[in-house]
Structure formats: C-alpha cells, structure tokens
T-cell receptor
Framework: GESVGLHLPTLSVQEGDNSIINCAYS??????FIWYKQESGKGPQFIID?????DKRQGQRVTVLLNKTVKHLSLQIAATQPGDSAVYFC????????????FGQGTILTVHP | NAGVTQTPKFQVLKTGQSMTLQCAQD?????MYWYRQDPGMGLRLIYY???????DKGEVPNGYNVSRLNKREFSLRLESAAPSQTSVYFC???????????FGDGTRLSIL
C-alpha cells in the first residue's frame, strides 16, 4: 500500500520568511497529490493540488513542487504570515489506491510575529 | 454555502452503545468519504462512496458501517462502540475521485 511521510514534524519561522514543508511518498503509481491546511478544531482545508504530469504548480503565495524521480513533494509558502500557523498535510492518490487519499502525519507550522 | 455539514459536533458514548454520525453536502458532489483522525496523526480512510449507491472499505473499516442514503447524505454507524474508536471523525466530499476533497469540521467522539 501507500505510505506517506514527512521530513519534519514541526517548522518554526519568522513572519515574512518563506516556508518549505516536505513530504515523501512510496508508491510510484501515485498520480494525484494534494496539500491541506488544518487549523485547531476545524477540518482540513484544501490549499493546492498537482497531478503527475506536472512538476510545479503555483497558487496565491503557495507553490507545490513534485519530484517523481525521488517520490518527493514540497509545499512552499511565500511571505509567511501568522495566519498561516496550522498543521499541514500532504496526501496522495492513485495506482491501486485510486479513489482513496493516503495522508501523511502532518507538519506543525508556527509563524512568529 | 454550508459545504459539508456533520452532526453532532460532540458526543460521549459508553462502551457497547451504538451511534450514527450524519454527514450532508450541498455541492452536488458524487463522491463522499469518512475519515478518522487520532492525536498527532493524519487522517485514515474508513469508508468511501464513489457514487450514489456504492460504498467501499478504506484503510480502517472494522467496527463501522456506512449508508449512502442519497447523493447528499452519507452516514457512519458504530454498532457497538469501543474505547479504541475514540477519535475525531471527518466527512468529506468531492466531485469525483482524483479531485480535491472538501471536509466538514468533524465530530469529536469519546467512548468511555
């Protein structure tokens, strides 16, 4: 089955810095990748997604990079703000897990003013 | 727009009691999902429904049943609650598989 891991469980940055959150996955057949933000007491909120036919996708202040060779995914947040403080999850889908998202354990991002 | 609505928000049960968690979405999505989230962990898929009339097991289905009542509603039932089922339960929906899933705010369930 699929396993999804993260390189760091916590990340602490200063307001205005850029943040990078990393994620590794195991199944080379995975073809859909997604990042969620979860604030305390709330459900995960969609940030950005990317499919396996792309290696980079940009949104508002966020960029997702996909390296299929090493099965690595990253989320970059530009000019991080205190409101970005939350838990960030990557999730992957595809191959024999079509229709099922497998989530990583999450990275806690803390932004200091 | 309500999005995905889960009821109740909180519940305390005794071991052996039964309960149904309700979920409804107003986005005309085809696919719906139930997850559980334990402290310090990501979400794990319990059951999902790719379309109205179909349901399939996820990663952790034991001890649970589901019903896709119609396109809008997808319920999760615990027939005989166990302390190991203490968790936060999230419902989600998406237009289809391989599309962003949109989540409700969860049901916090404690089983004593």
């Amino acid at each position: 089955g699929e396993s999804v891991g993260l390189h760091l469980p916590t990340l602490s940055v200063q307001e205005g810095d850029n943040s990078i959150i990393n994620c590794a996955y195991s199944n080379s057949a995975s073809d859909y990748f997604i990042w969620y933000k979860q604030e305390s007491g709330k459900g995960p909120q969609f940030i950005i997604d990317i499919r396996s036919n792309m290696d980079k996708r940009q949104g508002q202040r966020v960029t997702v990079l996909l390296n299929k060779t090493v099965k690595h995914l990253s989320l970059q947040i530009a000019a991080t703000q205190p409101g970005d403080s939350a838990v960030y999850f990557c999730a992957v889908e595809g191959g024999t897990s079509y229709g099922k998202l497998t989530f990583g354990q999450g990275t806690i991002l803390t932004v200091h003013p | 727009n309500a999005g995905v609505t889960q009821t109740p928000k909180f519940q305390v049960l005794k071991t052996g009691q039964s309960m149904t968690l309700q979920c409804a979405q107003d986005m005309n999505h085809n696919s719906m999902y139930w997850y559980r989230q334990d402290p310090g962990m990501g979400l794990r898929l319990i059951y999902y429904s790719a379309s109205e009339g179909t349901t399939d097991k996820g990663e952790v289905p034991n001890g649970y049943n589901v019903s896709r009542l119609n396109k809008r509603e997808f319920s999760l039932r615990l027939e005989s609650a166990a302390p190991s089922q203490t968790s936060v339960y999230f419902c989600a929906s998406s237009t289809h598989s391989n599309q962003p899933q949109h989540f409700g705010d969860g049901t916090r369930l404690s089983i004593l």
